[in-house]
């Protein structure tokens, strides 16, 4: 049976939630156009809203497909106002996440609450045994980030992603789990 994660997740602070299309401006706005927070991303910060745009319905069509589930981070008391995303790409027994917030909500433990509520609920799946994500071996926010969350660093994975705000060919990066 394949992996099933909930259309919708709340912690004590936050709601985790399918994107609308409603959500590319404030999205924009907030952080996709940020070069501080693309810095140790996969994409380069966008220039324009229709960029922002163009990749929210990208995550509309996969969520609906079933192959990612890119959670809309909120906070509680405002689930229209997005200040992150959590995307979890389902493979057959592994659940492999990627993450971004809002720079004005750095340091206030919002993204190892997310993380911990996506893997807890990844991992009460009976067919799910890991959860896993990778960040590059000079990202020390996103290391603790996920330590916090109760991952275990595992190794270093030598040229392994392309970060083009960074560089054009691949970079370390350390990969880290939970598991069950």
Known sequence: MPISLPERLQTRRLILREPREADASP?????????????YLVWR????VHETENFISYCIEAWHSGR??????????DEHVPIGMLEAR???HTVDIGYVLQRAHW??????????ALSDAALSHPDCFRVQATCD???KASASVLKKSGFVMEGCLERHTVLPNL???PRPSL???RCR
């Open 45 to 48: 910060p966008h220039q324009t």
């Open 68 to 77: 990612t589930r890119p959670y809309v981070i909120t906070l509680h008391d």
């Open 27 to 39: 999205i924009f706005e907030a952080y996709t156009r940020d070069h501080e927070v693309a810095r």
């Open 90 to 92: 389902i493979a057959s």
């Open 107 to 116: 340091g206030a433990a919002y993204m190892p609450e997310a993380l911990v």
């Open 167 to 169: 560089a054009p060919e």
């Open 175 to 177: 990969m880290f789990a």
């Open 137 to 139: 071996t000079e990202n």
